[in-house]
């Protein structure tokens, strides 16, 4: 009987320990915690920096963090910061990663605080925009990070808060900043048991929340194909090997390994050719061609299969014509999957945090995100908070990457929510 009683008390103690009540202590501090942390994002907004130049960024991240009274590294991967925070109860480590750096975009949003900023970029002077919302990002998680601090002593777990460079890539070339964080072993120390990530989406109604499960985003593979055939006269084509006619049937036919070989109803498969390069004047037929393209697979065994076919295809077509075709793939991203069962579980928080109506699950997306890395090494989840101003429709809201992309922060705070939920209802 006592050892039954013991039983009891233990599977209460663990049920509860499960799922901890999220203190009443937070919902009074969430009003004047929006506030700050539109402040913050509108700093970060007006104050945009590069993929790994995010000097500035970094340092306030670090000096924020220090100043709420947690324990920080900085630098990490050059230019991010991890933060941790040990709660007063057991519990599991829980990773969030927030994605810092801004991109190469000028700024047309008519807002107070828009951008002004301007950084050499490939040789070229441009605009430095936050153009998909990383900014909200960096801020939801400072202020996630100090409303779980107010409540350390009832914090179940330890908290690990990744602010992450240059998810937009290494301009350089190279391992993005997830890659490059994951080099310097950021999950292991502590051990990272669950990861979870938020994308602000500018289509989504504001406030809302939506996540797929499973295959989430695609993956991103860079690919170049350089046709070599043989210069000649324009007059004479028979005297040499045209790369542009080989680059032509290469180009068109990419698209039979989309169309005629991928099974479509397993996952989507895109594949986009962006630049072709070739020749200078009319009557010169050229010697090389250079094709450069993405590919997105949301399907591990269909990104190799294209990987595989493209490689076939492009060498056997310009062997036809007499040519000889290199194929370069380059790896950006791999596909992010949503762990599901750590997507059953995170559904009743997530409901708490935006309302029952307000979470959906949501289709893949065939855009891609380096989280993709992190959830390589732990169970993980990505989901999309909306940005899209009440009474807009979705068609209207300008995309991702583009000059007048705008958020609605008044949905940020959901966010906060969010991520305060997860972590106390494990
Ligand atoms: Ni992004």
């Known amino acids: 009987m006592k050892k039954l009683v013991a039983l009891i008390a233990l599977a209460v103690l663990s049920s509860s320990m499960l799922n901890a009540q999220t203190p009443a202590k937070l919902t009074k501090i969430y009003p004047e915690l929006e506030t700050k942390l539109i402040e913050w994002r509108r ?25 709420f009274g947690l324990s920080v590294k900085y630098p990490v991967a050059k230019t991010g910061v991890i933060a941790i925070l040990k709660g007063g109860k057991p519990g599991p480590v829980i990773g969030i990663r927030a994605d810092i750096d801004a991109l190469p975009v000028t700024e047309r949003a008519p807002i107070s605080f828009a951008s002004k900023v301007t950084a050499d970029y490939a040789g070229q002077k441009v605009g430095v925009m936050h153009a998909c919302g990383h900014d909200a ?31 937009e890539g290494n301009p350089n070339g190279g391992p993005g900043g997830a890659e490059t964080m994951l080099k310097e072993n950021v999950m292991d120390d502590p051990k990272i048991d669950k990861m979870y990530a938020l994308h602000m989406s500018a289509a989504q109604p504001v406030g809302t929340i939506g996540y797929a499960q499973g295959a989430a985003m695609a993956s991103a593979d860079m690919f170049k194909i350089v046709v070599k055939g043989k210069g000649s006269h324009g007059s004479m084509p028979w005297g040499g090997v045209d790369p542009i006619m080989v680059s032509a049937q290469i180009i068109q036919n990419l698209q039979t390994i989309v169309s005629r070989q991928s099974n479509l109803t397993k996952a989507p498969l895109v594949i986009s050719v962006g630049s072709l390069h070739s020749g200078v004047r009319s009557n010169i037929i050229p010697e090389t061609a250079e094709i450069v393209g993405s590919l997105r697979a949301l399907d591990e065994q269909m990104r190799l299969d ?71 090494k732990a169970p993980a989840m990505l989901f999309m908070l909306g940005g899209l101003p009440k009474g807009k429709k979705p068609e209207e809201a300008a995309p991702h990457h583009t000059p007048d992309f705008y958020l609605d922060e008044s949905g940020f705070i959901v966010g906060v929510r969010a991520f305060v939920e997860l972590v106390f209802n494990q």
């Open 43 to 67: 700093y970060l907004h007006a104050n945009p920096e590069l993929s790994f130049a995010e000097m500035n960024t970094g340092k306030l991240i670090a000096d924020s963090l220090k100043s």
């Open 137 to 167: 990002h960096t801020a939801i998680l400072l202020a996630t990070a100090y409303a779980l601090k107010q409540v350390q002593s009832q914090l179940p777990g330890t908290v690990v808060f990744f602010f992450q460079p240059a998810e």
């Open 306 to 376: 294209a990987h595989a076919s493209m490689r076939k295809m492009a060498k056997a077509i310009a062997e036809s014509a007499g040519a000889t075709a290199t194929v370069e793939i380059n790896t950006s991203t791999l596909v992010t999957v949503n762990d599901v069962d750590l997507c059953k579980k995170a559904a009743p928080a997530l409901a708490r945090a935006a309302g029952a109506d307000n979470v959906k699950i949501i289709p893949w997306i065939t855009g891609s995100e380096d989280f993709s890395y992190f959830g390589q």
